[in-house]
């Protein structure tokens, strides 16, 4: 069984840039939820999509926004990016069923 | 409003002995808690979880402890393996009309020497 797969492993943007973050759950699983790490901060929960709708928000800048497709992959844009953006950002998805999430190995975006 | 709070940032373990890793929440509504261990450049993975209906879980050298009315529950590794430093991250999960939120703590760096 696939684990929960991320693209692209690094990035680095430039500031005021654009970046999309893509992450494709485990099968079967149909929540879908975006944490970014920065050290010391811990994972920051930024949203959750189920069934291709948002349930739950974080509080970040509106420049954080997501989607989640039919076939459950989703995606995390950020705009107009700034230095502080800099972060492994993690997905993980889960079965509604239970409890627990799955995470892949994350996107380590850097600003410069 | 940090509901889960992990108040050491690090910790620092002799091999063989024990390691307590402790975390506190403040939402009575958590029906679930989580301890996650994660290595560098990667995610997170599961390690261990109890219910909220009891107090005590064990899975060979780990056993997590919930005190449910101080909101308190630690994490205690026998014994310690230099294999065992990373970060732990304690997490609560309130499962109520599907919603699947699972709410992280800062995490805490362990580090297990020879």
Not at chain 1, 45 to 55: G, I, K, M, N, P
Not at chain 2, 44 to 61: A, H, M, Q, V, W
Request: overall charge positive; charged content about 15%; hydrophobic content about 30%.
């Amino acid at each position: 069984k696939a684990g929960v797969t991320q693209t692209p492993r690094y990035l680095i943007k430039t500031r005021g840039q654009q970046v999309t973050l893509s992450c494709s759950p485990i099968s079967g699983h149909r929540s879908v939820s975006w944490y970014q790490q920065t050290p010391g901060q811990g994972l920051q929960f930024l949203f959750e999509y189920f069934s291709e709708t948002q349930r739950n928000k974080g509080n970040f800048p509106g420049r954080f926004s997501g989607r989640q497709f039919s076939n459950s992959r989703s995606e995390m844009n950020v705009s107009t990016l700034e230095l502080g953006d800099s972060a492994l950002y993690l997905c993980a998805s889960s079965n509604t069923e239970s409890y627990g999430y799955t995470f892949g190995s994350g996107t380590r975006l850097t600003v410069v | 409003d940090q509901q889960v709070k992990q108040n050491s940032p690090s910790l620092s373990v002799q091999e063989g002995r024990i390691s307590i890793l402790n975390c506190d929440y403040t939402n009575s509504m958590f029906d679930y808690f989580l301890w996650y261990k994660k290595y560098p450049a990667e995610g997170p993975t599961f390690l261990i979880s109890i219910s909220s209906i009891k107090d005590k879980n064990e899975d060979g050298r780990f056993t997590v402890f919930l005190n449910k009315s101080a909101k308190h529950l630690s994490l205690h590794i026998v014994p310690s393996q230099p294999g065992d430093s990373a970060v732990y991250f304690c997490a609560a999960q309130m499962f109520s009309g599907g919603y699947n939120k699972l709410i992280f703590g800062a995490g805490t760096r362990l580090a297990v020497h020879p």
